[in-house]
């Protein structure tokens, strides 16, 4: 099975053997769920919130004529906010240009920019991410920017405007800006809902700037959000370009014939050879360099749209598709060993790009041929594969492989019953890592001039020995409490 688009997309198929098993799948319900989504169902029920990631490339759909007067506006917003930059008619307070980009953001909020400037972008201004709350991922961002922070444009990229990390990376910028007698409003950007706190401080101390992050667009679905667009079009990506290239794989993915639409051949596959269960990880194995963030943008999309404990009847499943991946031909040298000889428990999701090689053309020959010839070694030893090929590797062609896979997501949790839009599982990560901190606080104050067993200081502040034993040794570590023979204390300084 071998599906072709005038875009230059195609999806090869043909040695899954996918037919008998497919046909008898309930399509019909699949593809009226997915009418229900894009015509404004609220399929987030633990939030209450409609799905529209797909309106954000066709505004026409979306169900109020605010809405759609909303994205427009957005994209007309960022394209000119980055012409300006571009152009040198937006400068920093010196006068002189921008020179670098530094994004702070987590999960989708990073992800899809880091995808796209590092697939797409040109060389024009230097980008940054600080993606994790790690204070060494600030610092080393800080010396690679080095002398140039003052003519640095910092974008913050938060939903809810009050995320905890990116509001703590934040905070460690704007005290190195301010080490330098530099301030924070002059060059600093929010991605954020509208009215949110991160919102409402933007416009307070008058950024340069604010755009609308939608409530109804989940942070793994933001890619042609303004999440993805404005880093992107920073580093020279034409977002109408971007937008409607999504908006034609949208379109062909809503053909209500599986056997025409790549969508529902990508999702038959992974749900008829996971036997509904998941039972089989995907690979994706890009062969080009400007694509090895793909596999990682993909681990979210999929794994935490489908990695649930229970399916929306309420039944426990325990359900989940590991994704992983890198790029070829490196990966040929690493894991590929396994996919061919070891377990027969992934599918290998091949992705090639023909033309537009930079540098050598007899090297571009030597990566397909490498494809080619994993490829053959995977099939021919009875293991799974697939290949996607892009014609090119722009701007356009790269939305209709995010859209592409933003469907087939969404069409395998209607065949496996899951709520592909919520994510229960990070809620409760984010709640317990407030618990941690506040345990810190508790066994801070249980050390005050005392001296006192792990498990008496883990019982009186509540907690697990084993949290209590992680939280105190990075206390001693960090020099706030000693470790003794007998359990813990305060830190005192020596006398003297």
Request: hydrophobic share 45%; charged share 25%; proline share 4%.
């Amino acid at each position: 099975m071998i599906l072709s688009h005038p875009r230059g997309w195609r999806l090869d198929a043909s040695a899954l053997g996918l037919d008998a098993r497919v046909d008898a799948l309930d399509w019909p319900a699949v593809f009226a769920a997915m009418e229900e989504l894009e015509g404004g169902a609220v399929a987030n029920a633990d939030e209450q919130r409609q799905v529209g990631h797909y309106w954000l490339r066709a505004p026409e759909l979306a169900p109020t004529m605010g809405q759609a007067r909303g994205v427009g506006e957005a994209v007309e917003a960022v394209e000119e906010f980055a012409d300006r930059i571009r152009s040198g008619s937006i400068v920093a307070l010196d006068g002189l240009p921008f020179t670098d980009v530094l994004h702070i953001g987590i999960g989708g909020s990073a992800l899809a920019p880091q995808l796209l400037t590092h697939a797409l972008g040109d060389a024009h201004l230097g980008v940054h991410f600080v993606d994790n709350v790690d204070p060494e991922g600030v610092v080393r961002a800080l010396l690679d920017i080095g002398p140039r922070l003052r003519h640095t444009l910092v974008i913050v990229a938060s939903k809810s405007g009050n995320t905890v990390e990116p509001m703590a990376s934040l905070k460690a910028f704007e005290e190195a800006l301010a080490a330098d007698g530099l301030d924070l409003p002059s060059r600093a950007v929010a991605l954020t809902s509208p009215g949110s706190r991160l919102d409402k401080r933007a416009r307070k101390e008058g950024w340069c700037a604010v755009f609308p992050v939608w409530e109804w667009v989940g942070g793994r679905f933001g890619a042609t959000s303004v999440v993805g667009l404005l880093p992107a079009a920073l580093t020279g990506v034409a977002p109408r370009a971007f937008l409607q290239g999504a908006r034609e794989m949208d379109a062909w993915t809503r053909a209500a014939d599986w056997r025409t639409n790549p969508a529902a051949v990508l999702a038959a596959a992974w749900f008829v050879l996971g036997d509904g269960e998941g039972r089989r990880d995907l690979c994706v194995l890009p062969y080009r360099d400007r694509l090895s963030m793909l596999s990682r943008f993909l681990q979210q999309l999929v794994m935490e749209s489908v990695g649930k404990a229970k399916d929306r009847a309420g039944e426990r499943v325990e359900h989940g598709l590991t994704v992983y991946g890198y790029k070829g031909s490196t990966d040929q040298h690493a894991y590929v060993q396994q996919l061919r000889d070891g377990r027969n428990d992934a599918i290998t999701h091949f992705i090639q790009v023909l033309g537009e090689p930079r540098g050598s053309m007899a090297m571009g020959d030597l990566l397909q041929d490498f494809m080619i010839g994993t490829r053959r070694a995977l099939l021919e030893n009875g293991r799974p594969a697939l290949t996607i090929t892009l014609e090119t590797l722009d701007g356009p062609s790269l939305a209709g492989l995010v859209a592409l896979f933003e469907r087939a997501v969404g069409l395998y949790a209607e065949l496996v019953n899951l709520n592909a839009y919520h994510q229960p599982g990070v809620e409760a990560g984010k709640k317990a890592a407030l618990g941690a901190s506040a345990l810190r606080e508790r066994l801070v104050a249980a050390l005050v001039d005392r001296e006192r067993r792990l498990e008496d200081l883990a019982e009186v502040c509540g907690a697990e020995v084993s949290d209590a034993r992680d939280l105190l040794d990075r206390l001693v570590a960090t020099r706030r409490a000693v470790k003794t023979a007998k359990g813990y204390r305060s830190h005192r300084p020596l006398d003297g």
